[in-house]
C-alpha cells in the first residue's frame, strides 16, 4: 500500500460562523489576513516536504473562493514540490477539468510538472464540487460528459508526437495540438479519478485509472469498489490489481487514546466549518434528480447525518482512523478487508487548528510504527480470500447506508 499525504490548505482563522451564510463561494475575503495567510501556505510546503522526508507519497488539490481550501491553483504548488522534493511520488487530485476553458493548458501544465519531477507526476482529474459552478460561471449540466471529453482531448495531446491535430468536441474544440514538452513518463503519468457511484467507476475502470473514493465509509465503499471491480473484470477479463483503488480518509495518531481524540478533534475542522448555503450546495442540474431531491429534503427523521463531525460518528463511520498506532492499524485493517482492498490510502493528516509539531508527530507515529504493517498487510494479498473474507461479514452491511455525501467528491 502506498499512504499520500494530504492537507486542504485551509484557512481556519475565521469569525463566527452565525455571522455569515455560508464558508463557500460568498464568504467575504475581508476575513483573510495576507500575512496569516503566507505562515500557513509556508507552513503546509513544509509539511509536505517531511511527508517526502519521511517516506510518504503527497496529494493536493485546489477549490475556489472558499476558506476550507486556499489553494486556488494546484500546479503553481505542484511545481514547487516538483523542485524542493526528492523521493515523493506527487499526485494532484485533482485538476477540475470540467471548470477549466482549455483543457489543452492542463495538458501543458501536467507535462512540465512531470518533467521537472524526472517522472514523479500522478495525475488526478475531476468533476468538481457543485459549489464551484457559480464561481467559474460553469454550465452544472452534463458535467460527466465533459469531463470524459477533456479527459480524451488531454489523453491525446500527451500521447500524440507527429505534429499538430485538431479536436472538435461537443464541449471543447482545438485547433493546431501540439503540446511542448512532452511528459517525461511514457506514454504518459498515471491517472486518477474520483467515483462518486457505481456508475462512474465502470468507466474509469475501462480506463485501467486509478478510481478514488472519498469519505465514503462503511455505507458506502463495497458498492463503489466492487462497480469499479466488476467493470474492470468486464472490460478486461481480469481481476482489478489493488494498485488500481484509493480511499481517503482522516488519519490522526497518538502516543496515548487523549492525544489522538485531541488530534482527530482539530482534524474535524474540515467537516464542522462545512458551512454551505443550499443554493451553491444543489446547482440545478448538477446532481441526479433523486440525489437533488434528498438533499434538499435533508436527513430523514432518527437517520443519522453523514455529515455530523462528532469524531465517535466519523470513527463508527470509516471516514477517521484515530487512536494509538495499534488502534489506527486495526482500524485501517477492518475497514480494508470490508472493502475488498485498496493499494492507496489517501491521508489527510492536517485540517484546521492542527499545528505543524502535531502534524509532525502524528505523520511519525503513522510512518513508523502503522505504515510498515499496512504494507504487509497489503502485500499478502489474495484475491479469493477477499472474496471469502467479504462473504463471511455480512454484518457490516447493516450500518447506515445514507447517499454518500457529495461535497466530499472531489
Request: hydrophobic residues 40%.
Amino acid at each position: 500500500m502506498k499512504t499520500w499525504f494530504f492537507t486542504e490548505d485551509a484557512y481556519p482563522n475565521l469569525p463566527d460562523d452565525e455571522s455569515y451564510e455560508s464558508i463557500r463561494v460568498n464568504l467575504p475575503n475581508k476575513h483573510f489576513d495576507p500575512e496569516v495567510g503566507a505562515d500557513l501556505f509556508n507552513m503546509y510546503l513544509d509539511i509536505w516536504g517531511a511527508a517526502d522526508e519521511m517516506g510518504l507519497e503527497i496529494m493536493l488539490n485546489e477549490h475556489h473562493q472558499t476558506a476550507t481550501c486556499v489553494l486556488p491553483a494546484a500546479p503553481i504548488a505542484l511545481g514547487v514540490l516538483a523542485r524542493e522534493t526528492k523521493k515523493a511520488r506527487l499526485l494532484i487530485l485533482g485538476n477540475p477539468i470540467v471548470n477549466r476553458k482549455q483543457p489543452i493548458r492542463v495538458a501543458e501544465e501536467m507535462a512540465y510538472i512531470d518533467v521537472l519531477s524526472r517522472g514523479r507526476l500522478d495525475c488526478g482529474f475531476v468533476r468538481g464540487v457543485p459549489y464551484e459552478i457559480a464561481p467559474a460561471n460553469a454550465y452544472p449540466y452534463r458535467g460527466s460528459e465533459k469531463l470524459w471529453e477533456a479527459h480524451d482531448l488531454i489523453m491525446k495531446a500527451w500521447t500524440h508526437h507527429e505534429g499538430p491535430f485538431n479536436f472538435e468536441g461537443r464541449w471543447f474544440h482545438a485547433r493546431q495540438v501540439n503540446i511542448w514538452p512532452r511528459p517525461y513518463q511514457q506514454p504518459h503519468p498515471p491517472v486518477w479519478i474520483t467515483m462518486g457511484s457505481p456508475g462512474s467507476a465502470v468507466k474509469v475502470a475501462q480506463h485501467k485509472h486509478v478510481g478514488a473514493v472519498f469519505l465514503a465509509g462503511y455505507p458506502n465503499i463495497r458498492k463503489l469498489f466492487d462497480g469499479y471491480r466488476e467493470g474492470y473484470l468486464q472490460a478486461h477479463g481480469e481481476e482489478a490489481p489493488l494498485d488500481r483503488l484509493a480511499y481517503a480518509a482522516i488519519v490522526y495518531v497518538g502516543n496515548d487514546e487523549k492525544e489522538a481524540a485531541k488530534g482527530a478533534e482539530k482534524l474535524l475542522w474540515y467537516l464542522s466549518s462545512n458551512k454551505v448555503a443550499p443554493q451553491f450546495n444543489n446547482p440545478p442540474g448538477y446532481h441526479p434528480p433523486e440525489v437533488a431531491a434528498n438533499i434538499i429534503r435533508g436527513p430523514k427523521p432518527g437517520e443519522p447525518d453523514r455529515r455530523d463531525p462528532r469524531l465517535e460518528t466519523q470513527l463508527a463511520r470509516g471516514n477517521l482512523f484515530s487512536g494509538t498506532p495499534d488502534q489506527v492499524f486495526n482500524q485501517l485493517k477492518n475497514f480494508w478487508e470490508y472493502s475488498g482492498g485498496f493499494g492507496h490510502l489517501l491521508m489527510m493528516g492536517q485540517a484546521g487548528f492542527l499545528t505543524y509539531d502535531e502534524t509532525m508527530s502524528s505523520m511519525s507515529l503513522f510512518t513508523k510504527e502503522v505504515y510498515p504493517r499496512l504494507k504487509e498487510l497489503t502485500a499478502s494479498y489474495d484475491a479469493g480470500a477477499m472474496k471469502e473474507l467479504k462473504a463471511s461479514r455480512p454484518d457490516v452491511d447493516n450500518v447506515d447506508v445514507g447517499l454518500l455525501a457529495s461535497e466530499f467528491v472531489r
